[in-house]
């Protein structure tokens, strides 16, 4: 049974950044399809970015150019490099995951993904 734990949120303010980590522990995938999604009370929750096993990655536009996305695969740990950060990307940042057998891997497949950490707040204020 995976399991996913997220850290690194916290407050800061505009402009400033954070690293979010989220290492998966008790299951190896093959293949893989993992990324960050983000839920702010009251809206609908947001994909953030996606990486696949390939490598592939994808952003949301509101996040491309100041989020990144990597894996560190020998430590099990996916991060979230959030720089030059806005107000508007307060909210709840969970890290989820799954085998990547056939769906795209996008900021849309957080339906696709059967494991989900339990979140790490972020609050950037103005």
């Known amino acids: 049974q995976p399991r996913l734990v997220e850290s690194g949120g916290g407050s800061v303010q505009a402009g400033g950044s954070l690293r979010l980590s989220c290492v998966l522990s008790g299951y190896t995938y093959m293949g893989y399809c993992m990324g960050w999604f983000r839920q702010v009370p009251g809206k609908e929750r947001e994909g953030v970015a996606t990486?696949?096993?390939?490598?592939?990655?994808n952003y949301a536009d509101s996040v491309m150019g100041r989020f990144t996305i990597s894996r560190d695969n020998a430590e099990n740990t996916l991060y979230l490099q959030m720089d030059n950060l806005k107000p508007e990307d307060t909210g709840i940042y969970y890290c989820?995951?799954?085998?990547?057998?056939?769906?795209?891997?996008?900021?849309?497949?957080?339906?696709?993904?059967?494991?989900w950490g339990q979140g790490t707040r972020v609050n950037v204020s103005s």
């Open positions: 990486l696949d096993s390939k490598g592939g990655t």
């Open positions: 989820a995951a799954d085998e990547w057998y056939g769906f795209d891997c996008d900021v849309n497949a957080a339906g696709s993904l059967d494991a």
